[in-house]
């Protein structure tokens, strides 16, 4: 007879496997890169069924908001602007990113991408990408340092991947990146809080690049073509 679902404990209903029985993982990437931050909303319902605790996906209450907050925005703005100025142009990356170029000086498509870089990047990724996969992975592996990099390179390569579509090479390469870098954040502070910070001043600083036409003057600003 099968086990009436009301009794199973919480450690069997997050025992589904290393990846939330995959189809979790697999339904909360596809879901947010289609409909963000819909893959974090997945996340947050497999939680809540599963009783798994906002801490254990990186979402305790940090000690400080306004020095978390204040932190990882400082950092997203500067690595954004080391991202453009220096990494992306050694890597060969064009200036210009051709997937966001409609944006400049386009003040009606601000909304929709703030909103979409803020909550659907800045929190929807990075509880999917940094929160739910490394929960996953420490759920069933020991944490050791050997784990921590096994799961940084497969969080980084997979948002890598999410981006490729989109924006090409050169997005996927600035995703593998800055998913390392994010990743790091998590792991040293063990919150999401300022990696979502992070995460969103880097994206609402490239879109501001994009808007007020700026991208080819900090492309060339250390690195010149």
């Given at each position: 007879m099968a086990p009436d679902r009301a009794l199973l404990s919480t450690t069997e209903r997050r025992a589904v496997g290393p990846l939330g029985s995959g189809a979790v993982a697999i339904a909360a990437i596809l879901a947010g890169n289609i409909v963000p931050p819909l893959g974090a909303v997945i996340v947050l319902l497999w939680a809540a069924f599963t009783k798994t605790p906002?801490?254990?996906?990186?979402?305790?209450?940090?000690?400080?908001?306004?020095?978390?907050?204040?932190?990882?925005?400082?950092?997203?703005?500067?690595?954004?602007?080391?991202?453009?100025?220096?990494?992306?142009?050694?890597?060969?990356?064009?200036?210009?990113?051709?997937?966001?170029?409609?944006?400049?000086?386009?003040?009606?498509?601000?909304?929709?991408?703030?909103?979409?870089?803020?909550?659907?990047?800045?929190?929807?990724?990075?509880?999917?990408?940094?929160?739910?996969?490394?929960?996953?992975?420490?759920?069933?592996?020991?944490?050791?340092?050997?784990?921590?990099?096994?799961?940084?390179?497969?969080?980084?390569?997979?948002?890598?991947?999410?981006?490729?579509?989109?924006?090409?090479?050169?997005g996927a390469e600035q995703a593998m990146a800055t998913g390392l870098v994010f990743g790091v954040l998590y792991l040293r502070t063990r919150t999401l809080w300022m990696s979502i910070a992070a995460h969103a001043a880097f994206d609402v600083t490239a879109v501001a690049l994009v808007y007020f036409d700026y991208e080819n003057t900090v492309a060339r600003w250390i690195v010149r073509s």
């Amino acid at each position: 007879m099968a086990p009436d679902r009301a009794l199973l404990s919480t450690t069997e209903r997050r025992a589904v496997g290393p990846l939330g029985s995959g189809a979790v993982a697999i339904a909360a990437i596809l879901a947010g890169n289609i409909v963000p931050p819909l893959g974090a909303v997945i996340v947050l319902l497999w939680a809540a069924f599963t009783k798994t605790p906002a801490r254990e996906l990186g979402l305790a209450r940090p000690r400080s908001w306004p020095a978390t907050i204040a932190v990882g925005t400082i950092a997203g703005v500067l690595l954004k602007l080391a991202m453009k100025a220096i990494v992306m142009p050694l890597l060969g990356a064009p200036p210009v990113n051709a997937a966001y170029h409609y944006l400049t000086g386009n003040a009606a498509a601000l909304p929709p991408i703030l909103y979409t870089v803020i909550v659907g990047g800045g929190f929807g990724e990075e509880v999917v990408y940094r929160g739910f996969l490394f929960e996953r992975v420490r759920v069933f592996k020991a944490d050791s340092t050997g784990t921590r990099i096994a799961l940084l390179l497969l969080t980084s390569a997979l948002f890598a991947a999410a981006h490729l579509a989109e924006q090409g090479v050169a997005g996927a390469e600035q995703a593998m990146a800055t998913g390392l870098v994010f990743g790091v954040l998590y792991l040293r502070t063990r919150t999401l809080w300022m990696s979502i910070a992070a995460h969103a001043a880097f994206d609402v600083t490239a879109v501001a690049l994009v808007y007020f036409d700026y991208e080819n003057t900090v492309a060339r600003w250390i690195v010149r073509s």
